[in-house]
């Protein structure tokens, strides 16, 4: 599916520039993290060009089984997970760019320019309505963490989980018991929002945004009176410096990493799978193949991405599935099914039962904690 979004108009660009000037020092620290990682890509890039790194084979068969055999050797205590949308479907949150049953494809009723400029930020300060009319349709929803967000909670039970790197907004990782440690989340959350003035910033918790999104109140600061905005990374803003910072610390130290519910086109979330050492072996699963490497940059000997058909493959492995049955076939050969399903019936009782304690339109349910929309917009840093 296509990437591509309309670019805001130029002088709205010079507007925003001129209305809200950037943090300096922000700006200072994250242009340096930017930086340091773009030298560590053309590192990488030359060290594959001349053929310099590692890249044994660590797996002993290119498949589930593999790298279920893998994981139970006690060799692997690094994983990394890479998810998009595709984990949170199957708890009824729409992707981002599904032709028919995405986002994109239903925001008609909403009279945009073009379906992007409802997570563009020169719009949002604009017109806001939009944005929160459709935050307040996907709310109502009582979205419990699937099968394969427990999956990724009992990694990190069993000590093997260094970090998940979550494209979702949907804050259905936290539902699960993870912890902010535990995770990267590269396009921002609804868990908390804060006002969009520069020389304010208040900070506004998850139950205050939903409670102004369901007195169809726009909400606005209590000391400035400014918009205030989830704290999810809009068209035309930067990801947040702890991607980048993180992601030095974590990649190189990554024995297996797990990509699921992803494209893997969308920019620089996807260039972390070239991050790795060469040795490192990767697993996707996903509804079709994805993240493969250029043929023509293969040629040259760069790249990174994944192969899984061709005579040279040696580390990746593809499950062609859902994510949830992806990840219940790897549990199943882990050991761990059994631990796994009745990880799920009980987490999802407790949150059915929190839930009914609070009523409808509690505010403090578990579920509703994480209830907002699993979409991936892009970043300045990605366009």
């Not at 300096?24 to 310099?52: I, K, V, Y």
């Not at 990724?152 to 260094?162: E, N, Q």
Request: glycine share 8%.
């Amino acid at each position: 599916m296509s990437e591509s979004s309309e670019s805001p108009k130029k002088e709205e660009q010079e507007e925003e520039a001129t209305a809200e000037p950037e943090n300096q020092s922000d700006d200072s620290s994250e242009d340096e993290a930017t930086g340091e990682a773009d030298m560590d890509f053309l590192r990488g890039l030359f060290s594959s060009a001349l053929g310099l790194g590692s890249s044994e084979k660590v797996l002993d068969e290119l498949s589930l089984e593999g790298v279920a055999r893998y994981i139970n050797s006690g060799k692997c205590k690094n994983i990394i997970c890479m998810v998009g949308a595709g984990i949170s479907t199957s708890a009824g949150i729409p992707d981002f760019r599904s032709p028919e049953t995405g986002l994109y494809a239903n925001l008609q009723k909403y009279n945009l320019p073009y379906p992007e400029a409802i997570f563009q930020i020169d719009y949002f300060k604009k017109h806001p309505e939009p944005f929160f009319a459709l935050a307040r349709e996907l709310y109502p929803g009582q979205f419990k963490p699937t099968i394969c967000h427990y999956f990724i909670k009992m990694l990190k039970d069993k000590g093997v989980l260094r970090r998940c790197y979550t494209q979702n907004i949907d804050t259905l990782e936290r539902v699960a018991g993870l912890e902010g440690d535990d995770l990267i989340e590269a396009h921002g959350t609804f868990y908390t929002s804060h006002c969009v003035k520069f020389l304010c910033k208040k900070e506004y918790n998850l139950d205050w945004m939903k409670e102004k999104i369901f007195s169809d109140e726009i909400p606005k600061c209590e000391k400035c009176s400014s918009l205030v905005k989830p704290d999810i990374v809009f068209f035309g803003e930067n990801l947040p410096t702890r991607f980048f910072t993180s992601m030095k610390m974590d990649f190189p130290r990554c024995d297996l990493l797990i990509v699921m519910g992803t494209s893997l086109q969308v920019q620089p979330f996807a260039s972390l799978v070239g991050r790795v050492s060469k040795s490192c072996p990767r697993l996707l699963i996903n509804m079709e193949k994805t993240g493969q490497a250029d043929p023509m940059l293969g040629l040259l000997g760069f790249g990174g991405g994944m192969d899984f058909d061709s005579d040279k493959a040696y580390r990746d492995v593809a499950q062609i599935s859902t994510c949830d049955d992806g990840c219940l076939a790897l549990a199943d050969l882990l050991g761990w099914k059994a631990e796994l399903e009745e990880l799920v019936k009980k987490e999802h009782t407790r949150i059915d039962s929190e839930d009914k304690q609070e009523g409808p339109g509690g505010s403090k349910g578990a579920a509703a904690k994480g209830a907002s929309a699993s979409a991936e917009p892009k970043s300045k840093a990605e366009e």
